[in-house]
């Protein structure tokens, strides 16, 4: 009875797996997934392996009392890893860790990344790190104790001979320990973490103490030496006056006698402050004994000028203020700004609106059949025209600028335009669809920007941009032509918009030039014909040897002169053809002179293809759509058959669209080939018949005008007049793109390699952002973005270059600095006492000599003791760093000598030592 109950209140099942032993099995499935009990020795590490390969990562979740862990594997990959040298362990060697641990060729590694940091710390390969996932901190000692028993279960139990480490305390603090088992050996890797530093662990003799008082516990052999590697940081980042000569460019232009035109027509470039943020020294000592070296409170041998290596890296400002970045940016925003001229400056600017009203009555009037001069048309407007307006910028810059743009008004001027040739360009820039480089409209975006950024942004614009098409009018009036755009017709294949504009302009003046020399000619020839110099068509250019050649015709052919009545007299003849001739009358087919084809502006160009698309597809739709086009078409008609009486439609076709003349076998009554009309030519109504059986005898010079230079010209100045500023900054805004990729294509760095290609890249979106006519603020927001990143980049490299005192000819100094650029740790060729490490000495004594108020001090220096200006020379370390090594046996002096490891990282805030400690496990 007794018994019964006693097995009542004692049952329990004792096969049940607790959770605890089911995360040790999980944790070696894990091992063994990953194939870790197979690792074998691998050859030995080079220099700079822990930086420059790759470290391979698993990862794996897993769970221990509601907590989530992540367990990860890192190993280093090799690049000359070959599996035939590696070879099995054996009982008398160590194992992977403890070779490494004492390897000295990757010692202070900068690894400080997502657990790289126990690389840095424990001098090792390959490890196993266990982590609480989910921000979960493990600070509970006995928490801590039962993991990392755990963790050492597990690999033991899968003969894993790995370190596996657990991270402790608060994430922020980096805090691993853990274990590594072996064959016959057993490693402890410990940890401490202290925000105050001890008083005997300032220095190297108290740090040293506390290794071989770790070390030598009960082991009762004495430790013969230990071998110590040093490393000292130093940080400056308080740049003097002679370590930073970049300054910008003195843009205050303006002031003073000279008014240094020259920097208007370029733009600015580089860094408005220093754009290297720090710079660490790291001066080494790579392995010596303990016994040749002191470093205690009183005395050091570690001084960074006596260090065998020196390695430097820098830390750049994350986003450095440049200045054709802001120039750019600046622009932009303006881009934005729907302020009309009026608001900006005022209403003495509001003349600017109320040529809407002068310039419909002006249309009205040169619809009329009698052109009148223009000065009556803009007669009103001319006294408003000349009332200049305030803003930001005064007449003595105002002036010295509108000179820049249009030196042609300057008689001595020294930045006269080059021949603008707009079909000639550099093959690099093929694509870009601006204007010309050191054209008008270029030069006018360039000095937008300056006057944008330094002089009174929207309000200095909208100045300048009034007085500009001030200028444009005057100009205009007098038929004086616009320098600095180049001649032909607007051209809105390869310019922007602004610059078909200007082109406009141009052949306005020019026709309305040669209208007034052939109106004074006229009326100095012609004066027995008053009513033709009395009509409208005295304004068209005549070719003056038609009558030359009409006495031709009249004394060759004297059998014709009754057939040309006074009405119907051959004129407006240009040459006679060399081999055609009329079909039905065999007289000789003569060319005629024509009126030039419209120039029209890329914004036409879309209206008129917006019209027609508009008109629909019925038939009245397409009467009108072929009336439209048939315009130039009726002009070069009528001028063929005032040039050719008696001709026929086959003989304009011959001559104006010879594909559409199909030749036959044979030849006719006048010796030349047969033919007839094509298919197209020969359907009854087509727009070629219809238009030629409604064309007159009516010679070029006596047409009406196809295009109305006056009524385009005035057109044109409304366009530009009615802008409001962020169209005005648009307009200007290819161009002033163009520019500043010009001027970013001018840096040549030898340290940056691949500048040419980014450059190329971002010219690759220019030449995207530039084709549409109307333009997207976005591209040119993604390339002002890649111009700030690039020039920055340059900005830093010179920086660094003048800093460090190198020369781009040098491929040894060319090599440092781009692998400074690219962030790494780089050592000083020579050390500290090679070029670079005097320059780097230099900028540490001046910074030292600003913080010390020691400039006028120079008396006091040179009577100072030769080891006190050494030492004051630099300032204190901003971190120091010790590894001390040692073999010796543990945990008896009858067991086999085992690797002994301590790295200690000393900081003014905190100290770190990472202990890596091994036990012999078979001779105790």
Known sequence: MHHVEIEDFYHHDFTTVSEWEVFIARLEEIIHEWKLPQTKVASPLNPRDFVDCQWHEASEK?????????????????????????????????????????????????????????????????????????????????????????????????????????????????????????????????????????????????????????????????????????????????????????????????????????????????????????????????????????????????????????????????????????????????????????????????????????????????????????????????????????????????????????????????????????????????????????????RLSIVAAHCTHNLGGATALAQLWHEFVQEIRFRWEKSILIPGVGPGFPDSVRTCLLHQKLQMMNCCITRKKAREENTHRSQSTELDDVEETESEDEEFFECTSEEMANDEVLSTRPQLKAKHLLWNKPTGRLAKHPSLRLIQTGDPLYLPITQDPVPKTEDQLEEDAQVMMQLGTDKYASEMRARMMSASLLSDMESFKAANPGAVLEDFIRWYSPRDWIDEEGVDEWGQGKGQLSPRMMIPDNPWSTTWASAQPVPAHRQKRLFDDTREAEKALHYLYSKRISQVAQLLLPSLTHAALYTLSLQKQEALPSLPDVAQSILNKLQYATKPIHQKLQLYEEITRDVESVEALVAQVNSLQHKLGGSNDSKEFTSFLIQLMRGKEVRVPGGSRGDIGARITTMFRDAQKAAHLMTSSVSSIKDTSTENSRHKMFPEPSCKEFILRAIIPRPSPASTPQPQRLYICLKREHIRLAGFFSEDTTFL
């Open 62 to 442: 897993l769970n221990f009392a509601d907590v989530e862990f992540v367990l990860k594997h890192y190993k280093l990959e090799k690049k000359d890893e070959d599996e035939d040298t590696t070879k099995e362990e054996s009982e008398e060697e160590w194992i992977q860790c403890q070779k490494d641990a004492m390897d000295i060729s990757n010692d202070f590694a900068k690894l400080n990344d997502n657990c790289m940091e126990i690389a840095r710390y424990y001098g090792i390969r390959e490890f196993l790190a266990l982590i609480p996932a989910r921000k979960t901190n493990l600070t509970d000692e006995t928490r801590i104790k039962i993991i990392l028993s755990s963790l050492t279960i597990a690999t033991n139990n899968a003969n894993c001979y790995i370190p596996a480490l657990v991270q402790v305390q608060e994430s922020w603090q980096k805090m691993y320990l853990g274990c590594c088992p072996g064959k016959g050996t057993s490693v402890s890797l410990d940890m401490v973490h202290l925000k105050k530093v001890p008083p005997h662990c300032r220095y190297l003799t108290g740090l040293l103490a506390l290794f071989k008082q770790k070390i030598g516990e009960g082991c009762g052999v004495k430790l013969d030496s230990v071998m110590v590697s040093a490393r000292f940081s130093y940080l400056l980042k308080d740049w003097t006056n002679s370590t930073w000569t970049q300054e910008p460019p003195d843009f205050d232009f303006m002031q003073g006698e000279t008014l240094g035109v020259a920097e208007l027509g370029k733009l600015p470039f580089g860094a408005t402050f220093d754009p290297v943020g720090e710079l660490h020294l790291f001066v080494t000592w790579p392995q010596m004994t303990d016994n040749v070296v002191v470093d205690s409170e009183g005395y050091s041998d570690l001084e960074p000028q006596l260090a065998p290596e020196w390695s430097v890296q820098v830390k750049m400002v994350a986003l450095p203020a440049c200045l054709l970045g802001e120039y750019m940016t600046d622009f932009l925003h303006l881009c934005n700004n729907q302020k009309t001229m009026v608001e900006l400056l005022g209403e003495s600017a509001s003349y600017i609106h109320d040529d809407e009203h002068m310039l419909s009555s002006a249309f009205n009037v040169l619809t009329e059949s009698r052109i009148p001069t223009i000065s009556s048309v803009v007669g009103k407007s001319s006294v408003k025209k000349n009332k200049s307006v305030e803003g930001p910028i005064s007449e003595e810059i105002l002036l010295p600028i509108l000179y820049f743009l249009f030196p042609d008004a300057d008689e001595n001027s020294k930045f006269p335009y080059n021949d603008i040739i707009t079909a000639v360009e550099d093959d690099q820039w093929k694509g870009v669809k601006t204007c010309t480089t050191d054209s008008l409209v270029w």
